[in-house]
Protein backbone atom coordinates (compact mmCIF):
# COMPACT_ATOMS: atom_id res chain seq x y z
CA UNK A 1 0.00 0.00 0.00
CA UNK A 2 1.31 3.93 -0.46
CA UNK A 3 2.53 5.13 2.62
CA UNK A 4 0.25 7.64 4.04
CA UNK A 5 1.12 10.82 4.72
CA UNK A 6 0.80 14.12 6.38
CA UNK A 7 2.58 16.94 4.41
CA UNK A 8 -0.01 17.66 2.32
CA UNK A 9 -2.08 19.19 5.06
CA UNK A 10 1.36 21.00 5.75
CA UNK A 11 1.51 21.87 2.62
CA UNK A 12 -2.39 23.31 2.25
CA UNK A 13 -2.22 25.14 5.15
CA UNK A 14 0.98 26.89 4.83
CA UNK A 15 -0.80 28.02 1.31
CA UNK A 16 -3.94 28.91 3.63
CA UNK A 17 -1.65 31.36 5.78
CA UNK A 18 -0.06 32.40 3.09
CA UNK A 19 -3.38 33.96 1.19
CA UNK A 20 -4.37 35.01 4.44
CA UNK A 21 -1.15 37.29 5.44
CA UNK A 22 -3.05 39.22 2.30
CA UNK A 23 -5.55 40.54 4.89
CA UNK A 24 -3.55 40.10 8.02
CA UNK A 25 0.55 40.52 8.67
CA UNK A 26 3.17 39.84 7.18
CA UNK A 27 4.51 37.48 9.90
CA UNK A 28 1.38 35.25 9.11
CA UNK A 29 2.95 35.01 4.89
CA UNK A 30 6.26 33.97 6.39
CA UNK A 31 4.74 31.49 8.21
CA UNK A 32 3.08 30.17 5.61
CA UNK A 33 5.63 30.39 3.25
CA UNK A 34 7.72 28.01 5.83
CA UNK A 35 5.10 25.63 6.32
CA UNK A 36 4.84 25.36 2.14
CA UNK A 37 9.04 24.97 1.98
CA UNK A 38 8.40 22.32 4.84
CA UNK A 39 5.49 20.60 3.16
CA UNK A 40 6.99 20.52 -0.22
CA UNK A 41 10.31 19.26 1.07
CA UNK A 42 8.86 16.88 3.23
CA UNK A 43 5.90 15.31 0.73
CA UNK A 44 8.78 15.30 -2.25
CA UNK A 45 10.95 13.21 0.34
CA UNK A 46 8.22 10.89 0.44
CA UNK A 47 7.61 10.37 -3.21
CA UNK A 48 11.23 10.91 -4.73
CA UNK A 49 13.25 9.01 -6.26
CA UNK A 50 10.60 6.28 -5.32
CA UNK A 51 7.25 6.04 -3.44
CA UNK A 52 7.24 5.13 -0.10
CA UNK A 53 5.12 1.75 0.31
CA UNK A 54 4.20 -0.09 3.89
CA UNK A 55 3.45 -3.52 4.08
CA UNK A 56 -0.39 -4.43 4.98
CA UNK A 57 -1.02 -8.41 6.09
CA UNK A 58 -3.49 -9.61 4.42
CA UNK A 59 -5.81 -12.36 6.33
CA UNK A 60 -7.90 -14.87 4.33
CA UNK A 61 -11.46 -14.76 5.43
CA UNK A 62 -13.97 -17.22 4.83
CA UNK A 63 -17.38 -15.64 3.31
CA UNK A 64 -20.44 -18.29 2.82
CA UNK A 65 -23.18 -16.56 1.51
CA UNK A 66 -26.71 -17.18 3.25
CA UNK A 67 -30.12 -16.11 3.08
CA UNK A 68 -33.09 -16.85 5.41
CA UNK A 69 -35.44 -16.76 2.18
CA UNK A 70 -35.71 -20.41 0.95
CA UNK A 71 -38.22 -19.97 -1.95
CA UNK A 72 -37.73 -17.41 -4.81
CA UNK A 73 -40.76 -16.36 -6.40
CA UNK A 74 -40.53 -16.27 -10.42
CA UNK A 75 -42.13 -14.17 -13.08
CA UNK A 76 -44.67 -16.10 -14.95
CA UNK A 77 -44.43 -14.78 -18.00
CA UNK A 78 -42.73 -15.14 -21.62
CA UNK A 79 -39.41 -13.88 -21.62
CA UNK A 80 -39.61 -12.94 -25.18
CA UNK A 81 -42.02 -10.31 -24.11
CA UNK A 82 -41.51 -7.24 -22.48
CA UNK A 83 -44.00 -5.26 -20.36
CA UNK A 84 -44.45 -1.37 -20.81
CA UNK A 85 -45.80 0.70 -17.70
CA UNK A 86 -47.90 2.59 -17.10
CA UNK A 87 -50.28 0.22 -19.24
CA UNK A 88 -52.25 2.97 -19.97
CA UNK A 89 -51.56 6.73 -20.50
CA UNK A 90 -53.26 10.40 -22.48
CA UNK A 91 -52.53 10.97 -25.71
CA UNK A 92 -50.66 13.23 -26.57
CA UNK A 93 -53.45 14.84 -28.70
CA UNK A 94 -55.12 15.64 -25.35
CA UNK A 95 -52.54 17.65 -23.92
CA UNK A 96 -53.06 19.73 -27.07
CA UNK A 97 -56.74 19.60 -26.91
CA UNK A 98 -56.61 20.70 -22.93
CA UNK A 99 -53.62 23.67 -24.17
CA UNK A 100 -56.15 24.70 -26.35
CA UNK A 101 -58.91 24.74 -23.78
CA UNK A 102 -57.04 26.08 -21.35
CA UNK A 103 -55.69 29.21 -23.42
CA UNK A 104 -59.39 30.03 -24.10
CA UNK A 105 -60.49 30.12 -20.78
CA UNK A 106 -57.69 31.84 -18.85
CA UNK A 107 -58.54 34.83 -21.39
CA UNK A 108 -61.33 35.73 -18.57
CA UNK A 109 -59.24 36.13 -15.76
CA UNK A 110 -56.74 38.21 -17.63
CA UNK A 111 -59.60 40.43 -19.13
CA UNK A 112 -61.15 40.70 -15.47
CA UNK A 113 -57.99 41.80 -13.56
CA UNK A 114 -57.23 44.44 -16.75
CA UNK A 115 -60.97 45.47 -16.00
CA UNK A 116 -60.66 45.62 -12.44
CA UNK A 117 -57.48 47.42 -11.89
CA UNK A 118 -57.31 50.15 -15.35
CA UNK A 119 -61.40 49.84 -15.86
CA UNK A 120 -59.91 48.65 -19.54
CA UNK A 121 -60.44 45.00 -20.73
CA UNK A 122 -56.89 45.70 -23.08
CA UNK A 123 -54.98 46.33 -20.52
CA UNK A 124 -53.58 42.54 -20.14
CA UNK A 125 -54.00 42.21 -24.05
CA UNK A 126 -51.43 45.01 -24.24
CA UNK A 127 -49.16 44.04 -21.95
CA UNK A 128 -48.70 40.57 -23.68
CA UNK A 129 -49.26 42.03 -26.68
CA UNK A 130 -46.27 44.71 -26.16
CA UNK A 131 -43.97 42.25 -25.93
CA UNK A 132 -44.33 41.74 -29.87
CA UNK A 133 -44.78 45.19 -30.78
CA UNK A 134 -40.80 47.46 -31.09
CA UNK A 135 -42.33 50.89 -30.89
CA UNK A 136 -43.48 50.37 -27.89
CA UNK A 137 -40.91 51.50 -25.35
CA UNK A 138 -41.79 53.56 -21.89
CA UNK A 139 -45.70 53.45 -22.51
CA UNK A 140 -47.74 55.11 -20.16
CA UNK A 141 -50.71 53.34 -18.85
CA UNK A 142 -53.12 54.94 -20.33
CA UNK A 143 -51.90 54.00 -23.76
CA UNK A 144 -51.79 50.17 -22.54
CA UNK A 145 -55.55 50.71 -21.31
CA UNK A 146 -56.79 51.73 -24.99
CA UNK A 147 -57.54 49.51 -27.34
CA UNK A 148 -54.90 48.88 -30.78
CA UNK A 149 -55.04 46.69 -33.16
CA UNK A 150 -51.64 45.38 -33.81
CA UNK A 151 -51.45 44.81 -29.29
CA UNK A 152 -54.59 42.35 -30.22
CA UNK A 153 -52.68 40.91 -33.01
CA UNK A 154 -49.31 40.30 -31.72
CA UNK A 155 -50.96 39.38 -28.41
CA UNK A 156 -53.50 36.67 -30.04
CA UNK A 157 -50.78 35.11 -31.65
CA UNK A 158 -48.43 35.15 -28.38
CA UNK A 159 -51.35 33.80 -26.49
CA UNK A 160 -52.28 30.88 -29.19
CA UNK A 161 -48.89 29.72 -30.12
CA UNK A 162 -47.72 29.95 -26.32
CA UNK A 163 -51.10 27.43 -25.34
CA UNK A 164 -50.71 25.77 -28.23
CA UNK A 165 -46.65 24.60 -27.46
CA UNK A 166 -47.25 24.17 -24.10
CA UNK A 167 -50.10 21.47 -24.53
CA UNK A 168 -47.87 19.59 -26.20
CA UNK A 169 -45.60 19.64 -23.73
CA UNK A 170 -47.86 18.92 -21.85
CA UNK A 171 -49.18 15.84 -23.30
CA UNK A 172 -45.61 14.76 -23.89
CA UNK A 173 -45.01 14.82 -19.66
CA UNK A 174 -48.67 12.96 -19.59
CA UNK A 175 -46.95 9.65 -19.71
CA UNK A 176 -44.51 10.43 -16.87
CA UNK A 177 -47.05 11.32 -14.89
CA UNK A 178 -50.34 9.62 -15.81
CA UNK A 179 -52.19 9.25 -12.55
CA UNK A 180 -52.84 12.85 -11.57
CA UNK A 181 -52.68 15.25 -14.72
CA UNK A 182 -54.92 17.77 -12.70
CA UNK A 183 -52.08 18.27 -9.77
CA UNK A 184 -49.54 18.15 -13.09
CA UNK A 185 -51.06 20.02 -14.97
CA UNK A 186 -52.98 22.68 -12.18
CA UNK A 187 -50.91 23.34 -9.77
CA UNK A 188 -47.32 21.98 -10.17
CA UNK A 189 -46.89 23.04 -13.86
CA UNK A 190 -48.27 27.05 -13.18
CA UNK A 191 -46.20 27.23 -10.53
CA UNK A 192 -43.04 26.37 -12.19
CA UNK A 193 -43.81 28.33 -14.72
CA UNK A 194 -44.67 31.11 -13.21
CA UNK A 195 -41.49 30.39 -11.22
CA UNK A 196 -39.33 30.16 -14.30
CA UNK A 197 -40.61 33.26 -15.78
CA UNK A 198 -40.34 35.61 -12.11
CA UNK A 199 -36.77 34.86 -12.28
CA UNK A 200 -36.24 35.74 -16.18
CA UNK A 201 -38.90 38.12 -17.00
CA UNK A 202 -36.50 41.16 -16.07
CA UNK A 203 -33.81 40.59 -18.43
CA UNK A 204 -36.28 39.37 -20.99
CA UNK A 205 -39.16 42.03 -20.85
CA UNK A 206 -38.37 44.73 -18.19
CA UNK A 207 -41.27 47.19 -18.95
CA UNK A 208 -43.86 43.94 -18.76
CA UNK A 209 -41.97 42.88 -15.70
CA UNK A 210 -42.35 46.25 -13.95
CA UNK A 211 -46.00 46.12 -14.64
CA UNK A 212 -47.16 42.68 -14.15
CA UNK A 213 -49.69 41.14 -11.45
CA UNK A 214 -47.76 37.65 -10.31
CA UNK A 215 -51.18 37.00 -8.01
CA UNK A 216 -53.05 37.55 -11.07
CA UNK A 217 -50.72 35.71 -13.36
CA UNK A 218 -50.41 32.63 -11.50
CA UNK A 219 -54.33 32.76 -11.35
CA UNK A 220 -54.69 32.59 -15.02
CA UNK A 221 -51.88 29.86 -14.78
CA UNK A 222 -53.82 27.63 -12.37
CA UNK A 223 -57.00 28.22 -14.40
CA UNK A 224 -55.42 27.21 -17.63
CA UNK A 225 -54.12 24.31 -16.00
CA UNK A 226 -57.38 22.78 -13.99
CA UNK A 227 -58.71 22.98 -17.61
CA UNK A 228 -56.39 21.50 -19.30
CA UNK A 229 -56.34 19.11 -16.79
CA UNK A 230 -59.92 18.00 -16.78
CA UNK A 231 -59.80 17.85 -20.46
CA UNK A 232 -57.15 15.17 -20.49
CA UNK A 233 -59.35 13.10 -17.48
CA UNK A 234 -62.23 13.26 -19.81
CA UNK A 235 -59.85 12.23 -22.77
CA UNK A 236 -59.72 8.92 -21.74
CA UNK A 237 -56.69 6.65 -22.24
CA UNK A 238 -54.96 4.93 -25.00
CA UNK A 239 -52.65 1.40 -23.96
CA UNK A 240 -48.88 2.66 -23.29
CA UNK A 241 -46.65 1.42 -26.32
CA UNK A 242 -43.26 2.81 -26.88
CA UNK A 243 -42.92 0.76 -29.95
CA UNK A 244 -46.41 1.82 -31.31
CA UNK A 245 -46.41 4.48 -34.60
CA UNK A 246 -46.49 7.62 -33.52
CA UNK A 247 -50.17 8.37 -35.58
CA UNK A 248 -51.35 5.64 -33.02
CA UNK A 249 -49.77 7.61 -30.08
CA UNK A 250 -51.21 10.78 -30.88
CA UNK A 251 -54.53 9.38 -30.32
CA UNK A 252 -55.82 8.58 -34.18
CA UNK A 253 -57.57 5.64 -35.11
CA UNK A 254 -56.21 3.83 -38.09
CA UNK A 255 -57.17 0.62 -38.80
CA UNK A 256 -54.05 -0.30 -41.18
CA UNK A 257 -52.37 -0.15 -37.04
CA UNK A 258 -51.87 -3.00 -34.68
CA UNK A 259 -50.54 -2.94 -31.86
CA UNK A 260 -48.61 -5.51 -30.89
CA UNK A 261 -49.33 -8.97 -28.79
CA UNK A 262 -47.88 -8.92 -25.99
CA UNK A 263 -49.00 -8.84 -22.16
CA UNK A 264 -48.80 -5.41 -21.98
CA UNK A 265 -48.82 -4.75 -18.11
CA UNK B 1 -39.03 -4.41 -29.22
CA UNK B 2 -36.60 -6.49 -30.81
CA UNK B 3 -32.76 -6.82 -30.59
CA UNK B 4 -30.08 -7.81 -32.85
CA UNK B 5 -27.14 -9.05 -31.11
CA UNK B 6 -23.75 -7.71 -33.11
CA UNK B 7 -20.26 -8.72 -32.81
CA UNK B 8 -17.88 -6.20 -31.34
CA UNK B 9 -15.14 -5.42 -33.80
CA UNK B 10 -11.63 -6.44 -33.64
CA UNK B 11 -9.94 -2.90 -31.72
CA UNK B 12 -6.50 -2.49 -33.87
CA UNK B 13 -5.19 0.26 -31.07
CA UNK B 14 -4.84 -0.71 -27.59
CA UNK B 15 -6.82 1.78 -25.57
CA UNK B 16 -5.06 3.50 -22.38
CA UNK B 17 -6.05 5.73 -19.28
CA UNK B 18 -4.92 9.32 -19.65
CA UNK B 19 -2.17 10.54 -17.44
CA UNK B 20 -4.58 11.82 -14.27
CA UNK B 21 -1.64 14.11 -13.71
CA UNK B 22 -2.25 15.80 -17.47
CA UNK B 23 -5.41 15.33 -17.19
CA UNK B 24 -5.57 17.57 -13.52
CA UNK B 25 -3.60 20.20 -14.94
CA UNK B 26 -5.21 20.48 -18.37
CA UNK B 27 -8.30 20.88 -16.16
CA UNK B 28 -6.47 23.46 -14.25
CA UNK B 29 -5.40 24.87 -17.23
CA UNK B 30 -8.69 25.68 -18.49
CA UNK B 31 -10.13 27.11 -15.05
CA UNK B 32 -7.18 29.28 -15.20
CA UNK B 33 -7.67 30.39 -18.97
CA UNK B 34 -11.40 31.45 -17.74
CA UNK B 35 -9.92 33.72 -14.92
CA UNK B 36 -7.26 35.50 -17.28
CA UNK B 37 -10.16 35.65 -19.77
CA UNK B 38 -11.90 37.91 -17.52
CA UNK B 39 -8.96 40.06 -16.55
CA UNK B 40 -8.44 40.44 -20.40
CA UNK B 41 -11.97 41.68 -20.86
CA UNK B 42 -11.83 43.91 -18.15
CA UNK B 43 -8.53 45.87 -19.15
CA UNK B 44 -9.77 46.08 -22.66
CA UNK B 45 -13.57 47.30 -21.59
CA UNK B 46 -11.82 49.81 -19.75
CA UNK B 47 -9.21 50.56 -21.98
CA UNK B 48 -9.39 54.62 -23.01
CA UNK B 49 -12.48 55.07 -19.97
CA UNK B 50 -9.82 56.67 -17.27
CA UNK B 51 -11.30 60.16 -17.00
CA UNK B 52 -7.67 60.84 -15.76
CA UNK B 53 -4.18 60.24 -16.56
CA UNK B 54 -1.92 58.78 -16.77
CA UNK B 55 -2.41 57.21 -19.59
CA UNK B 56 -0.51 54.10 -20.83
CA UNK B 57 1.23 55.43 -23.51
CA UNK B 58 2.42 58.24 -21.00
CA UNK B 59 3.95 55.56 -18.71
CA UNK B 60 3.99 52.10 -20.52
CA UNK B 61 7.45 50.77 -22.12
CA UNK B 62 7.36 47.64 -23.57
CA UNK B 63 9.51 45.20 -21.76
CA UNK B 64 11.35 43.73 -24.67
CA UNK B 65 13.75 41.98 -22.86
CA UNK B 66 11.53 40.50 -20.18
CA UNK B 67 9.34 38.73 -23.06
CA UNK B 68 12.54 37.35 -25.00
CA UNK B 69 13.61 36.04 -21.44
CA UNK B 70 10.36 34.52 -20.46
CA UNK B 71 9.48 33.02 -24.38
CA UNK B 72 13.00 31.61 -24.34
CA UNK B 73 12.90 29.61 -20.75
CA UNK B 74 9.68 27.95 -22.94
CA UNK B 75 12.65 26.19 -24.97
CA UNK B 76 15.15 25.75 -22.53
CA UNK B 77 11.81 23.57 -20.17
CA UNK B 78 11.24 21.96 -23.39
CA UNK B 79 15.30 21.19 -23.49
CA UNK B 80 15.09 20.13 -19.59
CA UNK B 81 12.37 17.96 -20.59
CA UNK B 82 14.06 16.03 -22.95
CA UNK B 83 16.83 15.55 -20.71
CA UNK B 84 15.35 13.70 -18.12
CA UNK B 85 13.22 11.68 -20.43
CA UNK B 86 16.87 10.72 -22.10
CA UNK B 87 18.04 10.57 -18.01
CA UNK B 88 20.46 12.88 -19.08
CA UNK B 89 20.54 14.40 -15.62
CA UNK B 90 23.53 16.69 -15.37
CA UNK B 91 21.66 18.26 -19.35
CA UNK B 92 18.73 18.64 -17.08
CA UNK B 93 19.35 20.36 -14.72
CA UNK B 94 21.92 23.30 -16.80
CA UNK B 95 18.45 23.62 -18.91
CA UNK B 96 15.99 24.20 -15.28
CA UNK B 97 18.78 26.07 -14.05
CA UNK B 98 18.50 28.33 -17.27
CA UNK B 99 15.03 28.31 -16.86
CA UNK B 100 14.39 29.71 -13.52
CA UNK B 101 16.92 31.97 -14.45
CA UNK B 102 15.19 33.26 -17.22
CA UNK B 103 11.92 33.70 -15.26
CA UNK B 104 13.88 35.45 -12.49
CA UNK B 105 15.17 38.31 -15.10
CA UNK B 106 11.14 38.06 -16.16
CA UNK B 107 10.00 38.79 -12.75
CA UNK B 108 12.79 41.42 -11.91
CA UNK B 109 12.41 43.06 -14.55
CA UNK B 110 8.32 43.36 -13.94
CA UNK B 111 9.48 44.60 -10.43
CA UNK B 112 11.59 47.00 -11.34
CA UNK B 113 8.63 48.23 -14.08
CA UNK B 114 5.96 48.66 -11.10
CA UNK B 115 8.70 50.66 -9.38
CA UNK B 116 9.08 53.02 -11.92
CA UNK B 117 5.12 53.06 -11.98
CA UNK B 118 4.33 53.45 -8.47
CA UNK B 119 6.85 56.02 -7.29
CA UNK B 120 7.97 58.11 -10.51
CA UNK B 121 4.57 57.93 -12.24
CA UNK B 122 2.08 58.00 -9.85
CA UNK B 123 0.36 54.73 -10.75
CA UNK B 124 -1.07 52.84 -8.28
CA UNK B 125 -3.77 49.99 -8.21
CA UNK B 126 -6.47 52.94 -7.28
CA UNK B 127 -5.27 55.78 -8.93
CA UNK B 128 -8.03 55.33 -12.13
CA UNK B 129 -9.39 52.63 -13.88
CA UNK B 130 -6.50 52.01 -15.60
CA UNK B 131 -4.19 51.14 -13.04
CA UNK B 132 -6.84 49.02 -11.42
CA UNK B 133 -7.17 47.00 -14.92
CA UNK B 134 -3.30 46.60 -15.01
CA UNK B 135 -1.94 45.55 -12.01
CA UNK B 136 -4.71 43.04 -11.74
CA UNK B 137 -3.93 41.51 -15.00
CA UNK B 138 -0.46 41.86 -14.97
CA UNK B 139 -0.23 41.23 -11.84
CA UNK B 140 -2.07 37.94 -11.97
CA UNK B 141 0.60 36.79 -14.52
CA UNK B 142 3.28 37.61 -12.56
CA UNK B 143 1.39 35.52 -9.25
CA UNK B 144 1.21 32.33 -11.63
CA UNK B 145 4.92 33.08 -12.73
CA UNK B 146 6.00 33.22 -9.20
CA UNK B 147 4.05 29.64 -8.45
CA UNK B 148 5.82 28.33 -11.15
CA UNK B 149 9.09 29.38 -10.39
CA UNK B 150 8.69 27.94 -6.93
CA UNK B 151 7.80 24.55 -8.26
CA UNK B 152 10.65 24.88 -10.85
CA UNK B 153 13.37 25.85 -7.93
CA UNK B 154 11.71 23.38 -5.83
CA UNK B 155 12.55 20.52 -8.55
CA UNK B 156 15.92 21.97 -9.45
CA UNK B 157 16.68 21.66 -5.49
CA UNK B 158 15.65 18.10 -5.53
CA UNK B 159 17.83 17.56 -8.90
CA UNK B 160 20.60 18.85 -6.65
CA UNK B 161 19.94 16.50 -4.28
CA UNK B 162 19.66 13.11 -6.46
CA UNK B 163 16.13 12.84 -6.45
CA UNK B 164 15.00 13.28 -9.48
CA UNK B 165 15.60 10.94 -12.35
CA UNK B 166 14.00 9.62 -15.99
CA UNK B 167 11.30 8.00 -13.62
CA UNK B 168 9.65 11.58 -12.72
CA UNK B 169 9.93 12.81 -16.32
CA UNK B 170 5.95 12.36 -17.01
CA UNK B 171 5.81 14.80 -13.38
CA UNK B 172 8.01 17.43 -14.84
CA UNK B 173 5.92 17.29 -17.93
CA UNK B 174 3.27 18.24 -16.10
CA UNK B 175 4.85 21.11 -14.36
CA UNK B 176 6.16 22.20 -18.25
CA UNK B 177 2.88 22.02 -19.51
CA UNK B 178 1.89 24.63 -16.66
CA UNK B 179 4.96 27.02 -17.55
CA UNK B 180 4.29 26.53 -21.26
CA UNK B 181 0.52 28.25 -19.97
CA UNK B 182 2.01 30.74 -18.25
CA UNK B 183 4.28 31.69 -21.20
CA UNK B 184 1.26 31.74 -23.41
CA UNK B 185 -1.13 33.73 -21.31
CA UNK B 186 1.75 36.42 -20.98
CA UNK B 187 1.73 36.61 -25.44
CA UNK B 188 -2.02 37.79 -24.57
CA UNK B 189 -1.45 40.09 -21.90
CA UNK B 190 1.86 41.71 -23.36
CA UNK B 191 -0.17 42.16 -26.87
CA UNK B 192 -3.40 43.49 -24.97
CA UNK B 193 -1.41 45.35 -22.50
CA UNK B 194 1.68 46.85 -24.42
CA UNK B 195 0.91 46.62 -28.01
CA UNK B 196 -2.68 47.48 -28.61
Request: one cysteine or more.
Amino acid sequence: MPASTAWPILLAFGITLLFASLVTSVGVGIAGFLLICCGVAGWAKQCLPEEHHEMIPVKARQFTPSSVRTQVAHIQVSEVHRAFLPVESYAVTSGLRGGIAGGIVMIFPALLYGYLTQHSIWYAVNLLGGAGVAHWTNATTADIAAFHWNGLIAATIIHAAVCTLIGLLYGAMLPMWPRRPILLGGIIAPLLWTGLLHSILGFVNPAFNARIAWGWFALSEIVFGIVAGVIVTRSGKIRTHQTLPFILRMGIEAKEFEGPKGDGR
Amino acid sequence: MSSVPVSHPARSVEWHLPSKRRVGMTALIVGESAIFTIFVVAYVFYMGKSPSGPTPSQVLDVPILATICLLSSSFTIWRAEKAIEDDRMGSFTVWLGATIALAAVFLTNTAFEWKKLIYQDGLTISTNLFGTTFYSLVGLHATHVVVGLFLLTSVFIFSLFGWVDSRQSERFGVVALYWHFVDSAWIVVFTVVYLI
